[in-house]
């Protein structure tokens, strides 16, 4: 099973959601996980993971994970060449290690990172920023080129993103 987390904030409240499917190619989640909390730390530029990493492993205390399944965040694994992580890698070493983490982002971060993938989808000339560990970057970017959907954001990865704003 894969599982995608993301989290919203408004005010005082962080609201996360996992949405769980079965394949990279699935149009359609298995199931779907949302918990609202109080955030844990205020924004921190460059600590991120210190405000999103308590909302992700609370809901994930919820769910049974299994041998193989596979966790997507939506940030960073790691950040650049010299070993700092991002949310992903916080994640992977709070889970000992245990699950593969893959961390697709939005937006560029500015250090160079050789396991650093851009993902161009459809027609877009954006491309997304994909991480891993755990897994083989050079593996999971060609899964997420071929997840379902035709847009820059894959079908589920769009749905998720509504499901935390709503």
Same mark, same amino acid.
């Given at each position: 099973?894969?599982?995608?987390?993301?989290?919203? @904030?408004?005010?005082? !409240?962080?609201?996360?959601?996992?949405?769980?499917?079965?394949?990279?190619?699935?149009?359609?989640?298995?199931? !779907?996980?949302?918990?609202?909390?109080?955030?844990?730390?205020?924004?921190?530029?460059?600590?991120? /993971?210190? #405000?999103? =990493? +308590?909302?992700?492993?609370?809901?994930?205390?919820?769910? *049974?994970?299994?041998?193989?399944?596979?966790?997507?965040?939506?940030?960073?694994?790691?950040? *650049?060449?010299?070993?700092?992580?991002? =949310?992903?890698? /916080?994640? @992977?070493?709070?889970?000992?290690?245990?699950?593969?983490?893959?961390?697709?982002?939005? *937006?560029?971060?500015?250090?160079?990172?050789?396991?650093?993938?851009?993902? /161009? #989808?459809?027609?877009?000339?954006? +491309?997304?920023?994909?991480?891993?560990?755990?897994?083989?970057?050079?593996?999971?970017?060609?899964?997420?080129?071929?997840?379902?959907?035709?847009? #820059?954001?894959?079908?589920?990865?769009?749905?998720?993103?509504?499901?935390? #704003?709503?």
């Amino acid at each position: 099973m894969i599982y995608a987390f993301d989290t919203y @904030y408004l005010n005082d !409240i962080a609201k996360t959601v996992c949405i769980a499917f079965e394949d990279w190619d699935s149009d359609i989640e298995k199931e !779907i996980f949302t918990e609202k909390i109080s955030v844990a730390a205020q924004y921190e530029s460059g600590a991120f /993971y210190k #405000r999103e =990493l +308590p909302c992700i492993l609370s809901l994930l205390s919820k769910i *049974n994970l299994k041998e193989n399944d596979i966790i997507i965040v939506d940030g960073y694994v790691s950040l *650049n060449d010299d070993g700092k992580m991002g =949310l992903g890698g /916080y994640l @992977y070493e709070a889970l000992d290690k245990n699950f593969p983490i893959v961390g697709i982002a939005k *937006n560029e971060f500015s250090a160079a990172d050789s396991q650093r993938r851009s993902v /161009y #989808r459809g027609v877009s000339k954006t +491309p997304l920023f994909v991480t891993a560990i755990g897994i083989d970057v050079d593996e999971v970017q060609k899964k997420i080129e071929k997840m379902h959907g035709s847009f #820059r954001f894959p079908t589920l990865l769009k749905k998720l993103d509504q499901l935390t #704003r709503e």
